[in-house]
């Protein structure tokens, strides 16, 4: 029998999305060989997507071995920090509130829980579950239609991480550049202050944009300002200040 790609393009005829990405088909042998790109797929997807098409080719008549090869362009996504410049004015309810609103406007959304020391997220977004690992790369869970990340769901709850600057950093990078799929933005929800965190994400993911949160207080917006100064000395835009509690007494 020929060894005629043709025959791998009829095959993946029925898979839409698979043909779409598939290039290089080439049976030589009785080997089906081709490149799938898999740019903008979660490990699930990705790991479906490949079952579909070796599935789909070993059906296929003079084909007896199928070799995948797996290719990525890295995504563009926006990054969005939530910071303050004190804790306890409410900045991670805010930050899942506007991921979880984005979300619903249509959006692909990822949620970085990166205040280490003091992780909210698991809680106020109600999933606790234990993100799995795929290809070396976290994989988020999702709440309320959110894909999140969140330190929180790695440790027991309610220890204390005694972690130095640099772990802290690491930790960051882990979550920041977990297997995000197509997500087209990330919310960050970062610790209060001017810290480690905050310089660690603005150097090495550069956001196109920060909120700050503060409430009413002199001390709490004092802080702010602090908050709003280093995003400006880092040129990264201020894209709004939130007065949260306004109507506390």
């Known amino acids: 029998m020929s060894d005629d790609p043709g025959t791998l393009e009829q095959a993946l005829a029925g898979l839409p999305e698979a043909a779409a990405r598939a290039s290089a088909l080439r049976l030589q042998g009785g080997t089906a060989s081709l490149v799938l790109d898999a740019t903008g797929l979660d490990a699930r997807h990705r790991a479906a997507l ?42 991670s309810t805010i930050a899942a509130n506007l991921a979880v609103a984005l979300a619903r406007a249509g959006r692909r959304i990822g949620l970085v829980d990166a205040d280490i020391y003091g992780p909210s997220q698991p809680r106020i977004m109600g999933n606790y579950e234990r993100p799995e690992l795929a290809d070396k790369q976290i994989v988020p869970v999702e709440a309320w239609g959110v894909r999140m ?41 970062l610790p209060p202050g001017t810290g480690d965190i905050q310089l660690s994400l603005i ?38 200040l939130i007065e949260n509690m306004s109507g506390y007494a």
Not at 59 to 86: C, F, W, Y
Not at 162 to 169: E, L, Q, Y
Not at 176 to 188: C, F, T
Not at 203 to 227: E, F, N, Y
């Open 149 to 189: 990340l969140s330190i929180g769901q790695l440790v027991e709850a309610g220890s204390a991480l005694a972690w130095r600057g640099p772990m802290a950093a690491s930790a960051l990078g882990q979550l920041v550049e977990g297997d995000w799929g197509d997500a087209e933005m990330l919310v960050v929800d």
């Open 203 to 240: 150097q090495k993911w550069k956001p196109a944009g920060a909120v700050i949160v503060s409430t009413p207080q002199d001390l709490a917006l004092i802080d702010a300002t602090r908050a709003i100064d280093l995003f400006r000395k880092m040129d990264v835009p201020l894209l709004g």
């Open 50 to 91: 490949e079952a579909q098409v070796r599935a789909a080719l070993l059906a296929a008549p003079g084909v007896g071995e199928v070799r995948i090869a797996l290719t990525a362009e890295k995504v563009e996504r926006t990054i969005v920090a939530i910071g303050s410049g004190k804790g306890g004015v409410g900045k």
